[in-house]
């Protein structure tokens, strides 16, 4: 039986803040969930679980405005599993590929279950009802320190579709750490995600991402919706604890318009501060209180990828560069990554287009 982590509201940190400079600030010490995490990780590292041995990776912060943090990590390319090929954006769940249904029981580190009445599946108390459960597992093949999956009820044979469910959980994941170096991320089918079945990336990186602080334009603020106006283009949700429930939801309704229209994307999750339109404060950017979702449409790439390209996905877009040949981790500059991303991005004129038809879809749900 696996280990049970539960949680409810009270378990939300809220008093996080970043220090000036690149490495992460805590401001309180380790939460239950972030020594769960790093502690289940730790374990199955030294005993041989994953693919390869993750030590500390050469880290260089590119120069120039964007702040990309560029790591190498070549075993990442060599050791991990072989991606699936995916040929649609809405391709369905295959039990005779890979699926989370088929790794080791000792990969998993805890399920975590919401405890919504003060009454957890522990108790005798037949009346408690049986909540949804996400799996956290490790990632055999990690690009970071406590890289994790986060899968709701693998046993529900879910593709790699964006669910409420998945997406209220990952903002409660960061929620629950104490450390705004945690990120969660998801990859949809078409934008390098490596299996079809529905999961997030969690995993922990030392540095301060741009995407914490970037500013916005308010598109639907009523709805938390803006867009993102440094590059690159791209749309921001932002969840303090108590709104949650809402923003997961219009954070659906946007993924699930995306899916409709064939529309490849990721979305990447962080602690940031408020997306103030007026000029902040140095409290107001150091703040972490809430959770920063930036979602990027972009141009769909099927087929199988190639494991030692540079290729664009939640990481890269986020600002976090893995990379897994030394030859690019030493010589590709600012200019040459976001010459490489935007190849990746919708053109302007479609982006545009897009975020008149999401504002319009939101104002009138």
């Not at 120069?63 to 990309?68: K, N």
């Not at 599993?81 to 005779?96: C, G, T, V």
């Not at 921001?236 to 108590?242: G, I, K, R, T, V």
């Not at 540079?310 to 990379?323: D, K, T, Y």
Request: charged fraction near 20%; charge should be negative.
């Amino acid at each position: 039986m696996s280990i049970q982590f539960v949680y409810n509201h009270q378990h939300f940190v809220t008093d996080v803040y970043r220090i000036s400079g690149n490495n992460s600030a805590k401001s309180s010490a380790s939460t239950k969930f972030d020594t769960a995490i790093q502690g289940g990780w730790a374990d199955r590292m030294a005993r041989g679980i994953f693919r390869y041995h993750l030590g500390d990776l050469k880290t260089r912060v590119l120069l120039g405005s964007h702040g990309y943090v560029a790591q190498l990590n070549i075993q990442r390319g060599i050791q991990r599993r072989k991606p699936q090929e995916i040929l649609s954006i809405k391709q369905e769940f295959s039990a005779k590929q890979f699926n989370f249904n088929k790794i080791k029981h000792d990969e998993i580190i805890f399920e975590m279950i919401k405890d919504k009445k003060g009454c957890t599946p522990l108790t005798n108390n037949t009346e408690c009802p049986q909540p949804q459960k996400m799996v956290v597992l490790v990632n055999v093949s990690p690009l970071e320190f406590g890289h994790c999956l986060f899968v709701p009820d693998p046993a529900h044979c879910l593709p790699q579709i964006l669910t409420k469910f998945a997406i209220h959980v990952g903002i409660e994941a960061v929620l629950l750490s104490s450390d705004p170096s945690f990120r969660v991320g998801f990859n949809s089918l078409g934008a390098f995600a490596s299996v079809n079945h529905l999961h997030l990336h969690g995993y922990y990186l030392d540095h301060s991402l741009k995407i914490e602080s970037k500013p916005v334009k308010p598109l639907c603020p009523e709805k938390a919706f803006y867009r993102i106006l440094d590059f690159p283009a791209g749309f921001l949700f932002y969840a303090e604890s108590e709104e949650v429930e809402k923003v997961a939801q219009t954070i659906c309704e946007v993924t699930d318009f995306l899916v409709n229209d064939n529309i490849a994307h990721n979305l990447f999750l962080t602690r940031g501060s408020p997306p103030c339109v007026q000029t902040q404060g140095e409290k107001d950017l150091c703040s972490r209180k809430g959770v920063r979702i930036a979602v990027w449409p972009r141009i769909s790439c099927f087929g199988a990828k190639e494991e030692d390209a540079f290729n664009v996905a939640l990481c890269e877009l986020a600002g976090h560069l893995p990379f897994k040949n030394k030859k690019d981790f030493e010589h590709m500059t600012e200019e040459d990554v976001v010459d490489v991303i935007q190849s990746y991005l919708l053109p302007e004129d479609e982006f545009h287009q897009l975020e008149q038809q999401l504002t319009e879809h939101l104002l009138c749900s």
